[in-house]
């Protein structure tokens, strides 16, 4: 008898373990949906990243972009799993902590407040969420100011050379694109183009482009998926469509 139960006892050791099994695969999700977000926050945007073909550990934008979606779903569905192998251990915790509710009530309240505060900051882009926010803008700005260094906005120098022998205005064209249109805010762009800069918001309104005077054109570019160059155009009046981008 003794000898059957050890058996018993020898299967069952040997048998696959899935509440093991979820717990540990849902700790590797968790690890990878945590580094793929960091890698997200840092990287540049979407059209950045293509123009300067960015990567991180071999991967670009669009691929850790699909990790992070993947391991998101992951996640929720190993979640709602790990709850079902462990149902009576979290009821039997959620008994015990309904009768001490009297004694961390404090505690319940604080951290309500505190989530209630995170998702008001996240909503309406309050401090200190805004310092977290403007930090990842900061890290494009400096991936845009990365690949205008590197040349990825700037015309060769073949094609400078044979806009200088067109007229005047090509030329004063020419020099605008050698120094990137992706630099340029636009209130600069409306004053370097000679248009008010009521009717260049205007016109980017009419192509639903919302914008303010102090964004640039790259980042107008990641959000309306419009090149620089059309945008340009279109401040100007023209079709974005006759640039040939």
């Known amino acids: 008898m003794a000898t059957a139960a050890a058996k018993q006892v020898e299967a069952k050791r040997q048998a696959f373990q899935w509440r ?7 700790f590797g999700v968790t690890l990878w949906l945590l580094i793929s977000g960091l890698v997200l926050y840092v990287a540049p945007s979407g059209r950045v990243a293509k123009t300067v073909e960015w990567r991180f550990f071999w991967l670009d934008k669009d691929q850790w972009e699909a990790l992070h979606t993947m391991t998101g779903f992951a996640f929720l569905a190993l979640f709602y799993y790990h709850v079902v192998y462990n149902w009576r251990s979290v009821l ?12 961390i ?3 319940f309240v604080w951290a309500s407040l505190f989530t209630a505060l995170m998702l008001v900051g996240s909503v309406y882009n309050l401090a200190p969420v805004r310092a977290v926010m403007d930090f990842g803008e900061t890290i494009d700005d400096f991936w845009e100011w990365w690949g205008t260094r590197q040349g990825y906005y700037v015309t060769s120098e073949d094609e400078a050379h044979a806009e200088e022998e067109t007229s005047a205005e090509t030329e004063e064209t020419t020099a605008t694109v050698k120094t990137g249109y992706g630099k340029l805010t636009v209130q600069d762009l409306a004053e370097q183009e000679g248009v008010e800069l009521d009717v260049a918001l205007s016109r980017l309104a009419g192509y639903e482009v919302t914008a303010a005077p102090d964004d640039n054109m790259l980042t107008l570019s990641g959000r309306s998926g419009y090149t620089p160059g059309e945008l340009a155009a279109i401040v ?10």
């Not at 008994?95 to 001490?100: E, L, W, Y």
């Not at 100007?236 to 981008?245: A, K």
């Open 20 to 26: 093991a099994f979820v717990a540990l695969l849902l």
């Open 236 to 245: 100007r009046g023209e079709d974005p469509e006759d640039t040939g981008e």
């Open 105 to 107: 009530r404090r505690e």
């Open 92 to 103: 039997a915790y959620i008994r015990r902590k309904a009768r001490q509710a009297v004694q």
